[in-house]
Nanobody, 120 residues
Framework: QVQLVESGGGLVQPGGSLRLSCSAS????????MGWYRQAPGKQRELVSF???????NYADSVKGRFTISRDDAENAVYLQMNSVKPDDTAVYYC??????????????WGQGTQVTVSS
């Protein structure tokens, strides 16, 4: 079993910055894609950004140029640096990871979510 724990959410003013962290623990052989999703009230969950084990990353158009994803494979962690935040960035942010256990079986895992509120 694998657990993902997010941290770093909170209240931030428009134009400010926030850094989200997600750490994976448990029986992990290898982590492939890691990513961040978000869900605003009354809306569907949407992809924010993801990064692959090969080092590539992708971003939603709404956050390009403002958010940066990074990962630390030694720590089984993924981060999301959020700059120039806007009220539309308000949502619960979820971490996800594509993890292979010691038997090589891959499974997607999700964190419990961390609230980000952008407001003055």
């Amino acid at each position: 079993q694998v657990q993902l724990v997010e941290s770093g959410g909170g209240l931030v003013q428009p134009g400010g910055s926030l850094r989200l962290s997600c750490s994976a623990s448990g029986v992990i052989f290898r982590i492939y894609t890691m990513g961040w999703y978000r869900q605003a009230p009354g809306k569907q969950r949407e992809l924010v950004s993801f990064t692959t084990s090969a080092g590539s990353s992708n971003y939603a158009d709404s956050v390009k140029g403002r958010f940066t994803i990074s990962r630390d494979d030694a720590e089984n962690a993924v981060y999301l640096q959020m700059n120039s935040v806007k009220p539309d960035d308000t949502a619960v942010y979820y971490c996800s990871a594509d993890v292979a256990g010691i038997r090589g079986v891959r499974q997607d895992y999700w964190g419990q979510g961390t609230q980000v509120t952008v407001s003055s």
